[in-house]
């Protein structure tokens, strides 16, 4: 018979209970406990101890260790990175099957990363149990086994990166079912077989790495896969046959393969193409010179191959092309003059190029070894492996020279020219010596080399000194992270992912923009009302900024002389004070370098019944020129064009985390250029936005007095994000003409207008183009800012861009406008210009 329980116990345990949830209003009380038990699972790493220090977890200040998000008391987003400098190994009893069913009781969880933490043991079925999330990140652990594939389940997962784990099998299959993937990473593993034909179900994957494993075989077809940007293979076994691409491809990387045709001749249509490495394989026939003047290439290596062809000095080439590599192949005649300037890193040994400086074979080895792969091509295939071996080999003599002469280049021009930076100089470097040494005496050998002959050059000491430490710790550590095979005993050597996790899940809903806000505003809090009162003097009518329909704007100076905006509303239907928590939270993440950030509410309540009269929400102020006075106004200075596609990005930026950065997203956010505001540095921030408070006023409102306005209210809710790039379209057509819009009925016409244009002449082009900067613009930056106008204002809204093309089409019209500048200032400065030699 069970022993009574005394009723003095109960009372402790429900007071216990009472406290709890005092303490952690914003979180369940089973959630809390589910933390305390991961906390327990991990052997209480330094990275949780927050976690024993507080029970209001929803309040914990982001660390680079531990991020917490909270949303309607769920805990929605987990982030949790292991501190390498203090490792601490999990206890000997752990299991990762205790591990997800604890973590599956989070059920609102929509972010999970759980990041060098030292990890171990197979990735349970039961990760299906998350049944909301959207982001999974389990990145440089030690989990083996095979992918299970009842992650298929995740109807909702938008990012899945699996990088630098002891994962084996093959891909499942089931994962083409996956339909709302955006990255799929699961590089630097143990997968083995072929890629999936069902990999080509993603349409919307923007990202896919699957380098560093075990792969062979053809590749599927990529045509579906429209969305497609980035695609990493390096280091399998796949081939033979080049594989089909979308036409966004942004960077491809087919490195250490086993590819052995040609390359098709439509690859000069992927304009949106900036970094090609097809280095190391059995690539045959004609190397396209088209490859050199790619419209945003500025890294290309396809060395080591076999491809034949003469270069001529008349090639011309894109102007940011940083880096060329190709060495190692059957290729003839000159050197392209563009390949020249010291600029750049350019590698062309073992060719059979003339009056060169880099080792080059006679001209008839070319013409042999070309006749002798056309006519026995099965032999090649026969002895691929003999004759990749000799490629290595081949590769690593005389790389000492090549590297120092190039290095050496480098070394000058970042002396000579400040603007040049030393990262990219010394990734270059890593680059070369990793990928063409595998001997570690020789890597130890050549770095030493370097250092001795940088001080050749570099009279400054200090810069000597920062140069040598960089080279030796960046050489040898890449070296070593290369040949490294990890054990669970072993202490984890990556603090995270070389993926650039941060940038790429920016594609996914729901990341947490805590982590990256950068806004070096103070932390999100609660005024008293008192403090209000006392900014803008009671609330006085000289601090009044404008009122409408949605209440009033007031200006303030805090005690401490800050300056904010702090806009009232009137709440109809009275509620306590926690009603509203809800929409707080989501405002209190509305912090961002292209918003006019939120700082803090406070409410008014009645008196009698504790309820809420008003809500106070107190905001960033920013001096109130509007983006339109510094376009279309007739007083005042004006943009110039590089600033107005500068202060456009801004805009699109700030969409883009009103979308992507805070869950839920916020759409439909009736953009006007009117609300766009501009600091002292021409710094943009949107100051209107669809805030989840105003929601309902907003509905009570019409809004047809904003050109921006498409068809009516029910119709923008259900294209949110496409309403958004409407409102882009206008602002861009705006910026353009430099002329006020100010009735919807016009934009049609002007859209057409910018349409027609762009087929036509120049000079056609440029008379609709405002005077003040049509003279300033090169033809090409303005042609790119028309077309993504005209698309954006497209009738349909599925025929409207994302935010993210737009976001790449701006970036590569303020690229070339950069570009077209530079050569102007040149040809102005210096109306004789040398070329010179390497």
Known sequence: ????????????????????????????????????????????????????????????????????????????????????????????????????????????????????????????????QLSSLEILNISSNYFSGEIPSQLSHLNNLQSLVLDDNHFNGQIPNILGSLHGLVVLSMKKNFISGSLPNSVNDLVTLRVLDLSNNQLFGELPHFHKLVNLQVLHLENNTLGSDFPSL?????????????????????????????????????????????????????????????????????????????????????????????????????????????????????????????????????????????????????????????????????????????????ETSLSTLEHVIISQINNEEKVKSTARSIVEYFSRWVPDKNVMKNLTRSIKKHIMSRFNNRRLVRAPSRSIIEHVSSLNTAKLLTDARCISETMKMGTGLPAYRTFPLDQLKEATNNFDASSLISEGPLGQIYKGVLSDGMHITIRGMKIRKRHSPQAYMHHVELISKLRHSHLVSSLGHSFECNQEDSSVNTIFLIFEFVQDKSLRSRVSGSNGEKLSW???????????????????????????????????????????????????????????????????????????????????????????????????????????????????????????????????????????????????????LSSEPNERPSVEDILWNLQFAAQVQNSWKRETSDHRDSPISSSREI
């Not at 089973?30 to 507080?54: A, R, V």
């Open 246 to 422: 979308p036409r966004k491809i942004v960077s491809l990387v087919l490195r250490n393969n086993s590819f052995r045709l040609g390359i098709p001749s439509n690859i000069s249509s992927l304009y949106q193409l900036q970094k090609l490495d097809l280095s190391l394989n059995g690539f045959v026939g004609p190397f396209p010179p088209s490859l050199l003047s790619l419209p945003s290439i500025n890294y290309l290596d396809v060395s080591s191959n076999k491809f034949t062809g003469m270069l001529f000095k008349n090639f011309s080439c894109n102007e940011d092309l940083h880096f060329v590599n190709l060495s190692s192949n059957l290729l003839k005649g000159e050197l392209p003059s563009c390949l020249r300037p010291k600029t750049r890193v350019v590698l062309y040994a073992r060719n059979c190029l003339s009056n060169e400086k880099q080792d080059q074979h006679s001209y008839n080895f070319c013409s042999s070894e070309a006749l002798a792969v056309n006519i026995s091509p099965h032999r090649q295939q026969k002895h691929k492996g003999t004759i990749s071996k000799a490629v290595v080999v081949s590769s690593s003599i005389g790389v000492v020279g090549l590297l120092i002469v190039g290095v050496v280049i480098l070394v000058v021009n970042q002396v000579h020219r400040k603007n040049a930076t030393k």
């Open 642 to 792: 590089t600033q107005r596609i500068a202060a456009t990005i801004g805009v699109v930026k700030g969409i883009q985390f009103l979308h992507t950065g805070i869950v839920p997203g916020l759409y439909s956010n009736n953009l006007k250029i009117t609300d766009i505001l501009l600091d002292n540095n021409h710094n943009v921030k949107i100051s209107s936005y669809n805030l989840p408070l105003y929601a309902e006023n907003k509905r009570m409102v019409s809004n047809g007095t904003s050109p921006a306005v498409k068809g009516n209210l029910q119709a923008r809710i259900n294209d949110g994000d496409k309403n958004d790039v409407y409102d882009i379209g206008v602002i861009l057509l705006e910026i353009i003409l430099g002329r006020p819009i100010m009735f919807h009925n016009e934009v049609g016409t002007l859209k057409d207008l910018l349409h027609v244009s762009i087929k036509t002449d120049d000079i056609a082009r440029r008379s609709i183009v405002d005077p003040f900067v049509h003279k300033e613009c090169s033809d090409e930056s303005l042609m790119k800012m028309m077309e993504i106008c005209v698309r954006c």
């Open 1 to 128: 018979m069970a022993k009574p329980f005394p009723h003095s116990q109960h009372l402790l345990l429900f007071i216990f209970f009472l406290s709890t949830i005092h303490l952690s209003q914003q979180l369940q009380f089973s959630q809390s406990q589910t933390l305390y038990k991961l906390q327990e699972i991990l052997g209480y790493p330094s990275s949780l101890k927050t976690l024993s220090s507080t029970t209001d977890f929803c309040n914990i200040e982001p660390t680079p260790y531990l991020t917490l998000v909270c949303y309607e008391e769920n805990v929605t987003q987990l982030h949790v990175v292991g501190n390498t400098n203090e490792f601490t190994s999990l206890p000997q009893n752990f299991n990762s099957y205790t591990l997800f069913s604890t973590l599956s009781t989070l059920s609102s969880l929509k972010v999970l990363s759980l990041v060098s933490l030292g990890l171990w043991g197979p990735l349970p079925e039961t990760i299906a």
